[in-house]
């Protein structure tokens, strides 16, 4: 560029002496080689002007061409026309801001691989969160609510939309939780388990609540995760083991106690006479009985919940194990003057089923009849078969004392016993739960009861038929 200015420097006053020169010569008496000089000079000064501007044009064109094509490499080799300088100080911008443009458009990439990561992060621990059974709260320093998964929001009903607006007292009604959450991230205590009741869907639900804070870099508190696991079921469970365990207790002690009783006496030698020794061996034969039966029941029903209890199905007809089983209770219910109606045997009521199970469930519905029938009544047993749905209906109704309503969906239960008929007869409480365990569990079918307290009961069962489908289904079983 310095070359450039000399030239320029040096032609402009040549061009302009020439100028003078002529305008002297134009204007004075001066001779006409004066003017031709100066005009020669102009012209002279002048093309070379143009000789030099040219050049500079076509070097810069030139350069210009190079740069767009991107062409700094070759721009070094042009130094003798002139330009090397400016094009050597050119690329070395250019150079500089590439390069720092290339180190920011890397740091650029780098920054959204991370943030891409950070967020395909975030999804996968969102998704992680989101199938967990549990319910899951976390709230940030503000208590603000910023995240929910689905048990959370099914267990305290709020819109997800609205996560990460409002505090979460505003989202949640049970005061007792907010307080805790709160409690937790002011005091900054961590892993700290609480029992919580909530009462939702119409029932009460005991939940184990895990507290945590969590802390940033700086070990400040940033939020409070918490966790919530329904314990219902377990508690309920628990519960229904120490039932169980206090019932067998009670009901086992009962018979011991009166063999145990009447053993004593026989030792102590109050069996006078031989009716005296006869009574006392028949009380503990009845209460040895008692003792073994409460025993094969509770068994037996321990084994059909395990799967452990061995079957043995085969094709029989219904209405021949109920002959069997009136029976063998006709003489119970002849002491007690009660009639038993056998409807007329049906056409097709084969059943693929075990012959022993089957006999206990019947046995088992008209012995409970007859015990809760007053002297002079009737039980009726009745067969229905269902073609449409291929299943056989069994049904024992009895003219008894009923069942109160609130009691109906508890008689197939454990130990059940109707408070209310305590009284009319003793039972363990286990048959009806080991008819429902045979007819459902092994068999697949359907037990019902339905009652009108002090006019009578009915109990009753659907078992597939032994045809098409649903004998396909009892074999799934």
Same mark, same amino acid.
């Given at each position: 560029?310095?070359y450039?200015?000399?030239?320029?420097?040096?032609?402009?006053?040549?061009?302009?002496?020439?100028?003078?020169?002529?305008?002297v010569?134009?204007?004075?008496?001066?001779?006409?080689?004066?003017?031709?000089?100066?005009?020669?000079?102009?012209?002279?000064?002048?093309?070379?002007?143009?000789?030099?501007?040219?050049?500079?044009?076509?070097?810069?064109?030139?350069?210009?061409?190079?740069?767009?094509?991107?062409?700094?490499?070759?721009?070094?080799?042009?130094?003798?026309?002139?330009?090397?300088?400016?094009?050597?100080?050119i690329?070395?911008?250019?150079?500089?801001h590439?390069?720092?443009?290339?180190?920011?458009e890397?740091?650029?990439?780098?920054?959204?691989?991370?943030?891409?990561?950070?967020?395909?992060?975030?999804?996968?621990?969102?998704?992680?969160?989101?199938?967990?059974?549990?319910?899951?709260?976390?709230?940030?320093?503000?208590?603000?609510?910023?995240?929910?998964?689905?048990a959370?929001?099914?267990?305290?009903?709020?819109?997800?939309?609205?996560?990460?607006?409002?505090?979460?007292?505003e989202?949640i009604?049970?005061?007792?939780?907010?307080?805790?959450?709160?409690?937790?991230?002011?005091s900054?205590?961590?892993?700290?388990?609480?029992?919580?009741?909530?009462d939702?869907?119409?029932?009460?639900?005991?939940?184990?609540?895990?507290?945590?804070?969590?802390?940033?870099?700086?070990?400040?508190?940033?939020?409070?995760?918490?966790?919530?696991?329904?314990?219902?079921?377990?508690?309920?469970i628990?519960?229904?083991?120490?039932?169980?365990?206090?019932h067998? @207790?009670?009901?086992?002690?009962?018979?011991?106690?009166?063999?145990?009783?009447?053993?004593?006496?026989?030792?102590?030698?109050?069996?006078?006479?031989?009716?005296?020794?006869?009574r006392?061996?028949?009380i503990?034969?009845?209460q040895?009985?008692r003792?073994?039966?409460?025993?094969e029941?509770?068994?037996?029903?321990?084994?059909?919940? @395990?799967?452990?209890?061995?079957?043995?199905? &085969?094709?029989? @007809?219904?209405?021949?194990?109920?002959?069997?089983?009136?029976?063998?209770?006709?003489?119970?219910?002849?002491?007690?003057n009660?009639t038993?109606?056998v409807?007329?045997?049906?056409?097709?009521?084969?059943?693929?089923?075990?012959?022993?199970?089957?006999?206990?469930?019947i046995?088992?519905?008209?012995?409970?009849?007859?015990?809760?029938?007053?002297?002079g009544?009737?039980?009726?047993?009745?067969?229905?078969?269902?073609?449409?749905?291929?299943?056989?209906?069994?049904?024992?109704?009895d003219?008894?004392?009923?069942?109160?309503?609130?009691?109906?969906?508890?008689?197939?239960?454990?130990?059940?016993?109707?408070?209310?008929?305590?009284?009319?007869?003793?039972?363990t409480?286990?048959?009806?739960?080991?008819?429902?365990?045979?007819? &459902?569990k092994?068999?697949?079918?359907?037990?019902?009861?339905?009652?009108?307290?002090?006019?009578?009961?009915?109990?009753?069962?659907?078992?597939?038929?032994?045809t098409?489908?649903?004998?396909?289904?009892?074999?799934?079983?």
């Open positions: 560029m310095r450039y200015r000399y030239i320029f420097a040096t032609l402009f006053p040549l061009i302009a002496l020439g100028v003078i020169l002529a305008v010569s134009a204007c004075t008496d001066v001779g006409p080689a004066v003017a031709v000089t100066g005009m020669l000079l102009a012209i002279t000064a002048l093309v070379c002007l143009a000789v030099f501007c040219v050049r500079f044009m076509t070097c810069a064109n030139q350069l210009v061409d190079m740069l767009k094509n991107e062409k700094l490499g070759h721009i070094k080799m042009k130094r003798a026309s002139g330009l090397g300088p400016l094009a050597e100080a690329v070395n911008f250019a150079t500089a590439t390069e720092r443009a290339d180190r920011l890397s740091a650029r990439s780098d920054m959204s691989l991370q943030l891409q990561l950070l967020k395909k992060e975030k999804q996968n621990i969102e998704e992680i969160i989101f199938s967990i059974r549990d319910g899951v709260i976390v709230t940030d320093a503000f208590d603000r609510l910023i995240l929910a998964n689905n959370a929001q099914k267990l305290f009903i709020f819109d997800a939309a609205a996560v990460g607006t409002r505090t979460i007292g989202f009604s049970h005061t007792e939780f907010v307080k805790l959450i709160t409690h937790s991230r002011r900054g205590l961590r892993h700290v388990k609480h029992e919580l009741t909530f939702t869907d119409g029932r009460t639900r005991i939940f184990d609540c895990i507290i945590s804070c969590v802390r940033d870099e700086q070990d400040v508190t940033s939020g409070v995760v918490a966790v919530l696991h329904d314990i219902t079921r377990e508690r309920e628990s519960r229904m083991k120490n039932e169980f365990v206090s067998v @207790s009670h009901e086992l002690k009962t018979p011991l106690a009166s063999i145990n009783a009447y053993a004593e006496m026989l030792v102590d030698g109050e069996a006078q006479d031989e009716d005296t020794l006869d006392f061996c028949l503990i034969q009845d040895a009985q003792l073994n039966r409460l025993i029941d509770i068994l037996n029903v321990s084994r059909i919940e @395990s799967g452990l209890t061995k079957v043995k199905k &085969e094709t029989l @007809s219904i209405a021949i194990l109920i002959r069997d089983a009136v029976m063998m209770i006709d003489s119970y219910a002849q002491e007690k009660i038993v109606n409807q007329t045997p049906v056409i097709c009521d084969q059943v693929y089923a075990d012959r022993d199970m089957i006999t206990q469930v046995t088992n519905l008209l012995s409970n009849a007859v015990k809760y029938t007053p002297s009544g009737a039980v009726d047993v009745g067969i229905e078969v269902n073609d449409a749905e291929q299943v056989v209906r069994v049904t024992v109704s003219t008894g004392v009923g069942i109160p309503p609130d009691d109906l969906k508890h008689v197939f239960d454990k130990f059940y016993r109707v408070e209310a008929n305590k009284a009319c007869a003793k039972g409480g286990l048959g009806l739960n080991l008819v429902k365990q045979i007819v &459902e092994v068999h697949a079918g359907r037990v019902f009861v339905s009652s009108i307290p002090r006019e009578g009961t009915t109990f009753g069962f659907d078992m597939p038929l032994a098409g489908p649903a004998l396909e289904k009892v074999l799934e079983k």
